[in-house]
């Protein structure tokens, strides 16, 4: 055990030399120890807060947690008891400075309260039947995918070049940003620019088409830009503090793969470029379920030439991507200003397409002349 692990800032009573009969604190297994607090402390979760989000209840409250912990814990971007229950102890290591034993109590604790376990079907739809869909400006789009891009959720969306992965990612966080009122979520959206393709200008071109205060909206999109793909992972760890701070409901990744793409070029890197991916890829879906967030990632495409029958070009990232992503879609470019939209996989949606249209106005539904 080291050093720190002997001295934990989780709060426990501490044995008392006069009485050499009491087992000592190092004596115990992890489990008996988790055993002796947690009945005393769920009593101080209050009742009203277990019936909450889970995303509401902060880590502080997790049973025994002490004030240093739980600090390090919020600075390193784990702000609430559900971020806890579902990182690893070598993550909580690694990100936290704290020691392993530390962790796995910690994440004990977290888990007990979160009671996670089985839970019924019916459970489970009534949660779902309660997730946001944020519009995405085009209504066949929308329908396409069963009522707009998810929360709790992480939607892939592929293409070529200037197919509008970005402009329906601009139209997201415009639907996200925008106060109720004006058919928007009223909420605030998270934009991690790899390209540096934010365009603030076209941000007001949308917000014109509902009368919606341009500034207001802008104010509501915090944008991030990032530099190579460990910048992209330190922004991702940062982000937690932006979602709780501003109650954020969408976040953007244009692009997924650019810089894993570019840096990780030639086939000896390739196991490395995929094992770092998929680590993001895990911290994304992580972060869409713990504070019930969108996410929505672009991805470029890749084009295969000796492909003799069907698709010739693929999404970036092979398997690792595919498995990754719960909501797929892969845009194509159609005449003019219409584009073609395709889910090619979803736990729920079947392998349909739509077209939609990006206007001066931004994404919207094709109009038919008669
Ligand atoms: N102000 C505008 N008015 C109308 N159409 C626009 C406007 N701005 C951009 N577009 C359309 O959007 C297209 C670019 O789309 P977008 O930037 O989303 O491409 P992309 O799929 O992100 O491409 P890349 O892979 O290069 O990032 C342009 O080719 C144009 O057709
Ligand atoms: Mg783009």
Redesign the pocket.
Known sequence: MSKKENNPEITKKPPTAKKPSVKRKSDKKDEDWIKDIIPKQRKSVPKQQKKQDLSDIAVSQIPGIGPAISEKLITSGYLTLAAVGHASPIELVEHCEIGEQTAKRLITAARSQMGIGFQSAKIMLETRQKLVKIPTGSKSLDTLLAGGVETSSLTEIA??????????CFQLCVMTAMDKKYGGLGSSAIYIDT?G?FRPE?II?MCNKFGAPAEEVLNNIHVGRAYNSDHQMVLLLESPKLIKEHNAKLMII??LTSHFRAEYAGRGSLVERQQKLNKYLHQLLRLAEVYDIAIVA?N?VLSKPDVLYGETTFPIGGHIVAHSCQTRVF?RKGKG?KRIARVIDSPHIPEIETIFA???DGIADVVVND
């Open positions: 293409g070529e070049f200037r197919t509008g992965k970005t402009q329906i390209e393709t076209r071109q244009d692009s672009t470029q845009l200003e990006i206007t001066s």
